[in-house]
C-alpha cells in the first residue's frame, strides 16, 4: 500500500514537473528570442490578434499534452490496481497466499520487472509527449520579447499618468471612472510586472501602488502562481529593492528576504574589491597540489589558498597558450544570459558554450584538469562558457548555486563549486571579487580560481556571493565551469564538521 502511495507520489510529482519544465521551456525560448524577431507586438492592434492566435495555439498544444499525461496516470493507476489483485486473500493469511507457487511467482516477477517497468514508464518523458514539448520550443520564436512586455507596460503607465487613474482601479479592470462593468482585472503577476517597470523607470509613487495591488490580490489557492516561481516574497522583494535603492533601508528591510539583502549589502562592498581594497590574510599559503588524482602526482599544480570559508584556490598556469589560442578562436559569441534566461543590464557580456562534454581534444583535456584541480566529477555539469567582456562589461553580484527547491534540487542538482579559468589579461579593472570575505582576484592569462558555492553540509554558502567587476581597459575572457553537485555523491559527501572540502581528502 505504502509502495503504491510512493509511485503515485511520484508520478504526480513528475506529472508536475513535466508541466512546470514545459512551462520553463516556453520562457527560456521566449528569452532567448528576444531579439531574434524585430517585429513589436504592443504597438499595433494586428499583431496582437496573432498574439492571440499563437495563444490559442499554445493552449491547444498543452491541452493535448495534459491529454497524454492523464492517459499515463490512469494506466499506472490500472497497473497498480491489477498488481495487487489478490490482495484481501494475501493480508488474511500470508503465508497460505505464498503457499500457493503461482502467488509466488507472481510477486517475484512483478518486483523482478514490473516494478522497473513501472518506474521507467513513470519517469521518462514518452516520444506522444515529448513531440509537445518540441512543438512548444518552436513556438517559442513567436512569443513576445522582453522589450514587448516594456512597451505594453509603457502603454499602461501612459494611460494612467494622461488620465490620472488609480493602479488599483486599473487592477479591478476599470478603465474609465465610474464604469459600472468592469471587463477583465490584472492579475497580481501583471500588477507586479507594471510596478517594477514604474520602479525602472524611476516613478516610485506609482511603483508601490502597484505592488500593493498586486500583494492586495495574491492569492495563495493559485499554486500555479509559485509553482511558476511568484510568491508574496517575490513582490516583497521587487518593492524592497525600490526601497533600497531610494535610500530607505529600514523600510526596506521589513520587505526583503535575506536572500536579497545579503546580494544588496554584498553590493556596497563590491565597490571596495573592484578597486582593489582588499588584503590576504596571512595564514594562506601556497603549495604543490600532487594528491587530488595521480596524473597530479606526476603533474602538480601550483596552488595558492585564497580563502577557508569557503575554500577558495587559485591554480597558476593551469591552461596552456594552445588551448588559450583554441578558446579565443571561438567565433560563436552570443549575449550571455541570467536568471530565468533573460537579457539583463546585471551581466553585460558575451559567451560561447563548448556544449559537449568531450566537444574537442582541448575540451576534453580541460575537463581532465579539472578533475585534476578539483577531484570532481565534471559530468552532468553545465558546458564549460567562454565570456567574453567588452568595455565596461561587468557581472553584478551574485550567487552561482541556484538555490533551487529541495524537489527541483534533487532531479538537476545545485552548483557545489566553480572554477574560472583567466584566459586573457586586461589591462585595468575586471577582478572577480567576493565582498563578503574581502577577496578579489586580479585576472592573468594561464590562472584559475575555485571555490565552492555550498558548504560542507551542502548548504548555499552565503559568503560565495561574487561579481565580475567592470572592465576599465581591455577585453576580459574568462572559461566558467559551474559543477554539479549530483556525480560527486561519493567524492565530496556532505559532512556535518568545519573541515574545508580539499583538506578533508
Ligand atoms: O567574470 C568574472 O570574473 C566572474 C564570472 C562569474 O561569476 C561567473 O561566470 O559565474
Ligand atoms: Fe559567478
Known sequence: MLDNVRVMCTLSVSIFISISLFAFCLICGNAITNTAHEKSYACSSVALIKLLRVEDELIRNLKSYVAKLKFKHHLVHQALSSMRAGESQMKADYEAYLGNPLNSLGLIHRLHRDWEQLVRYTSEVQENEREHIKHAHRMRMLLPSTLDMEEACRGIDNLVSFYELQPEDLADGTLVAGDSQPATALSPPDCHALGNFCRTDRNNRRAE????ASLKRYNEERLEYSAFGFSRQTIHNSWGVLLMKSQQETAAVAHISNYIKEQYSAKITYKRGCNGVFRAPSYLHCSY???TTAFARIAPLKMEELSHDPYMVLFHDVVYESEIDFLLNATQLKASLVGQ??????????????????????????????????GLDMIESDALTLINYGMGGHYDVHYDSHNYSEANRLILGDRIATVLFYVGEVDSGGATTFPYINVSVTPKKGSAVLWYNLDNAGQMNPKAIHAGC??????????????????????APCVRNDTFRLKSR
Open 209 to 212: 501602488a502597484w505592488f500593493t
Open 289 to 291: 597540489n600532487s594528491t
Open 341 to 374: 534566461y533573460q537579457y539583463s543590464p546585471v551581466r553585460t557580456s558575451k559567451e560561447q558554450h563548448f556544449v559537449e562534454y568531450n566537444d574537442t581534444a582541448v575540451v576534453k583535456t580541460l575537463h581532465r584538469r579539472l578533475n585534476d584541480m578539483t
Open 470 to 491: 567592470p572592465v576599465i581597459v581591455g577585453s576580459k575572457y574568462v572559461l566558467t565551469k559551474w559543477i554539479n553537485e549530483i556525480p560527486q555523491l561519493f567524492l
